[in-house]
């Protein structure tokens, strides 16, 4: 991948999420022109494969519609760039990803070099569940592929240009790539890291929100790094939920950290000062601590009812 493609892919792809979209999916006409577009920004492509509109199956027809306009269906759609493809024109493309030639109304998701990533017949692309299980596994295995072949091996080269750790980072930040926390982490532990890699690396901690990222976070604020802290209260709630062991624990000073970071998470209304944690009375106290548990465990429990599953 080159230095400029993914610079692409980050400001695309979080432009892309940002965005509010409603409706249904936008599908595009222009397949080669969707083909150089993939190409130059990075993101997978979700192909609507069709034959002709007297051999579409109108009851098939009228429940995929009302797929493509699901809410989740639409949200996920921006990861991709969909197109439709006629099947009689494109026979060579069904005959890579090995689709029947006589494939009507399927889906295919594929990299954008044209490398199948998945595949959806129908009759499944007339359930928005089962459509947008399709396109979370088929879009978690391009980003995976992306970070094992192209970003981890960047990320681990001792003498890597600060411009490519910087572009490796933007891409996992823009795409979600959980899996790569571990690099992050071990990418911060070398000596004399560029001070703007390095703030990078707290904000991709604070955005991954893993297991991981959320004790290194602890480890270094702990430690008293500001801006290890600082990422803390950019976390999610259900990495703010991960906290609540620090909460009202034997360190005072991670106890107020995590205190402020998991109430600033989370919208806690009217937290409590500073000067409240070093009043003598324990019983309020613990009530306090145990009323911030809550909500944070609520707060974390819609979170990972909305988001956990397609992220």
Same mark, same amino acid.
């Given at each position: 991948?080159?230095?400029?493609?993914?610079?692409?892919?980050?400001?695309?792809? =979080?432009?892309?999420?940002?965005?509010?979209?409603?409706?249904?999916?936008?599908?595009?006409?222009?397949?080669?022109?969707?083909?150089?577009?993939?190409?130059?920004?990075?993101?997978?492509?979700?192909?609507?494969?069709?034959?002709?509109?007297?051999?579409?199956?109108?009851?098939i027809e009228r429940e995929q519609k009302r797929a493509f306009a699901n809410p989740l269906v639409v949200q996920l759609s921006q990861r991709f760039i969909p197109v439709k493809l006629?099947?009689?024109?494109?026979?060579?493309?069904?005959? *890579?990803?090995?689709?029947?030639?006589?494939?009507?109304?399927?889906?295919?998701?594929?990299? !954008?070099?044209?490398?199948?990533?998945?595949?959806?017949?129908?009759?499944?692309?007339?359930? /928005?569940?089962?459509?947008?299980?399709?396109?979370? =596994?088929?879009?978690?295995?391009?980003?995976?592929?992306?970070?094992?072949?192209?970003?981890?091996?960047?990320?681990?080269?001792?003498?890597? !240009?600060?411009?490519?750790? *910087?572009?490796?980072?933007?891409?996992?930040?823009?795409?979600?790539?959980?899996?790569?926390?571990?690099?992050?982490?071990?990418?911060?532990?070398r000596r004399r890291l560029d001070r703007g890699v390095q703030k990078m690396c707290y904000d991709v901690l604070a955005k991954l929100s893993t297991s991981a990222c959320v004790n290194?976070?602890?480890?270094?604020?702990?430690?008293?790094?500001?801006? /290890?802290? #600082? %990422?803390?209260?950019?976390?999610? !709630?259900? %990495? #703010?939920?991960?906290?609540?062991?620090?909460?009202?624990?034997?360190?005072?000073?991670?106890?107020?950290?995590?205190?402020?970071?998991?109430?600033?998470?989370?919208?806690?209304?009217? !937290?409590?000062?500073?000067?409240?944690?070093?009043? *003598?009375?324990?019983?309020? *106290?613990?009530?306090?601590?145990?009323?911030?548990?809550?909500?944070?465990?609520?707060? %974390?429990?819609?979170?990972?009812?909305?988001?956990?599953?397609?992220?």
């Amino acid at each position: 991948m080159t230095r400029l493609a993914l610079s692409i892919a980050g400001v695309v792809f =979080l432009a892309a999420s940002a965005s509010a979209q409603s409706g249904s999916i936008r599908w595009s006409m222009d397949v080669k022109g969707s083909i150089a577009r993939a190409k130059s920004t990075r993101l997978p492509l979700m192909f609507y494969v069709i034959g002709r509109s007297s051999d579409r199956p109108h009851d098939i027809e009228r429940e995929q519609k009302r797929a493509f306009a699901n809410p989740l269906v639409v949200q996920l759609s921006q990861r991709f760039i969909p197109v439709k493809l006629s099947r009689s024109r494109y026979e060579d493309l069904l005959e *890579k990803w090995q689709v029947p030639r006589q494939a009507n109304m399927w889906i295919v998701f594929t990299t !954008p070099d044209g490398d199948k990533l998945g595949v959806l017949d129908s009759p499944g692309a007339t359930k /928005a569940d089962s459509l947008a299980q399709k396109m979370n =596994l088929s879009f978690r295995l391009y980003r995976q592929q992306m970070f094992d072949r192209e970003l981890r091996p960047k990320m681990e080269e001792e003498k890597a !240009p600060v411009a490519d750790l *910087k572009i490796a980072l933007k891409a996992i930040d823009a795409f979600t790539i959980l899996t790569a926390d571990q690099s992050v982490i071990k990418l911060m532990e070398r000596r004399r890291l560029d001070r703007g890699v390095q703030k990078m690396c707290y904000d991709v901690l604070a955005k991954l929100s893993t297991s991981a990222c959320v004790n290194e976070l602890l480890k270094r604020a702990a430690d008293g790094d500001q801006q /290890a802290t #600082a %990422a803390l209260s950019k976390c999610t !709630p259900g %990495a #703010a939920e991960q906290m609540l062991a620090e909460l009202g624990g034997d360190d005072p000073e991670l106890h107020l950290i995590v205190y402020r970071a998991v109430t600033k998470i989370c919208k806690v209304r009217q !937290p409590k000062s500073d000067r409240f944690w070093s009043g *003598k009375n324990e019983r309020i *106290k613990t009530k306090e601590v145990e009323r911030i548990k809550q909500l944070v465990r609520e707060t %974390a429990r819609r979170w990972k009812e909305q988001y956990e599953e397609y992220r």
